[in-house]
């Protein structure tokens, strides 16, 4: 007969598949949120919306409303968007295209006509009715895509809209005089963040506002290789990445920026240095403080924020449209005017496409000078043939002429006036 454990019997096996069986169900505990309601769901959707597309949604369907509410009285009953048969939409858009105006009854441009109809489509999906009123293969909306292309054709023929007003980049003159007005520097915490502000539009092509609004300090990191001194910007979701299913294939931001200008004056690392180490973590664009480079904890206001570029570059006294679209603008033009190639401005700016990104290809003022020069009408014979003396004049303002042969050449012709001209002598 065995003898009877004095602890008693227990089963190892079991105990420990018990214990086991124990953690993972507070590991599932912990592991999971609780149930959400669709409440929950639904605010998780819209906070992933894009607040600009949201604005620009609420926007075109005010508009249509406030036409909607105009057209309503008599015998129109026009029904809410949303509830409207595809017939019926058809039927009512052409004539909301036709009749659409601003406030001051002045017209919409072409552009602007074509986002409205853009808004409302994205306000049908909204309420999962997904209609897409521009796709050719729709026969539904047939007339509505006439008009529409109609109303377009007439309003370019009209001359609205063909003159936009665009965001200047800022030039490296006028970026010197930043420097040299003081607007940037280390002067205090407002320079200072004015100087950070800029070279993280330019450096990484950050968008106008919003993309500044949400950053964080972590998102920027500074080391050196054996390639030198760094700034690198870890970008997140932004207009052109949202990191949905719609942008599997592509990446978030990731971008070296290597300072050559290491240990100069206007060095880019030690301003984002010294940046970085007054706020420490957390939100990037904090409220200056005075005396030194200090921030407070709370963040710049958004308003605040979108007028950062057309601020400091009016404390500079610089002269042109400038908006936080400048910075942007200002990275791809600086890298198209200097041949580099258009993947590595795209990989700056978050362009997705070549076409969109060409939008930043433009003429400066000097290439526009140079070409108009091969394009002028051409100098007449009889101007050619004149003698010099007698087509220019040495005013009186005229700086002292050091070469002496160029004296003799004056004082033979008796007194001249020279504008733009360059003389060699052999």
Not at 158 to 172: I, L
Not at 237 to 243: A, I, Q, R, V
Not at 266 to 283: H, M, N, P, Q, W
Not at 362 to 382: G, T, Y
Request: proline residues 3%; glycine residues 6%; contains cysteine.
């Amino acid at each position: 007969m065995e003898k009877e454990s004095d602890y008693g019997e227990f089963n190892l096996i079991s105990t420990a598949e018990e214990h086991v069986k124990e953690e993972v169900k507070s590991v599932v505990v912990e592991r999971f949120q609780t149930p959400v309601s669709q409440v929950e769901i639904d605010t998780l959707i819209h906070s992933q919306t894009n607040a600009n597309t949201r604005k620009n949604t609420k926007w075109s369907l005010n508009i249509f409303n406030e036409w909607r509410k105009c057209r309503s009285k008599g015998d129109n009953d026009i029904p809410e968007l949303q509830d409207m048969t595809a017939e019926e939409l058809d039927y009512w858009l052409q004539r909301f295209l036709v009749e659409l105006r601003k406030m001051n009854g002045d017209e919409y441009s072409p552009k602007s006509v074509y986002y409205i109809i853009c808004g409302l489509m994205r306000h049908l999906k909204d309420h999962n009715i997904y209609i897409n009123i521009l796709e050719e293969a729709d026969k539904r909306f047939v007339l509505t895509r006439k008009v529409l292309d109609a109303k377009m054709k007439e309003l370019v023929s009209k001359g609205v809209g063909c003159k936009p007003k665009t965001a200047d980049p800022v030039s490296n003159e006028d970026e010197d005089k930043l420097w040299n007005s003081g607007v940037f520097g280390f002067t205090n915490s407002t320079s200072l963040q004015y100087t950070v502000f800029f070279y993280a539009c330019k450096l990484f092509g950050l968008r106008g506002r919003d993309e500044h609004r949400h950053l964080e300090a972590d998102q920027f990191e500074l080391g050196n290789d054996k390639n030198g001194y760094y700034i690198r910007y870890i970008g997140r979701n932004n207009k052109t990445f949202t990191g949905g299913l719609a942008h599997l294939k592509l990446k978030n931001k990731d971008i070296k920026h290597y300072c050559t200008n290491y240990g100069g004056q206007r060095c880019l690392y030690t301003v984002f240095k010294t940046y970085l180490d007054a706020i420490e973590s957390g939100i990037f664009y904090r409220k200056p403080l005075q005396n030194g480079i200090r921030y407070g904890k709370q963040p710049v206001g958004i308003n605040k924020l979108g007028n950062f570029m057309k601020e400091m570059c009016q404390q500079a006294g610089l002269v042109g449209n400038y908006t936080n679209h400048s910075g942007k603008k200002t990275c791809a033009t600086e890298m198209y005017r200097n041949g580099q190639d258009e993947q590595s401005i795209m990989e700056r700016t978050g362009h997705r496409s070549v076409e969109a990104c060409r939008v930043y290809k433009i003429k400066s003022d000097e290439m526009q000078k140079q070409i108009s020069s091969v394009l002028e009408a051409p100098i007449s014979a009889k101007e050619n043939s004149e003698p010099v003396c007698k087509k220019a004049k040495i005013s009186a303002s005229s700086p002292p002429l050091k070469d002496t042969r160029f004296n003799e050449f004056i004082n033979t012709c008796g007194p001249v006036h020279f504008n733009n001209c360059k003389f060699t002598f052999m």
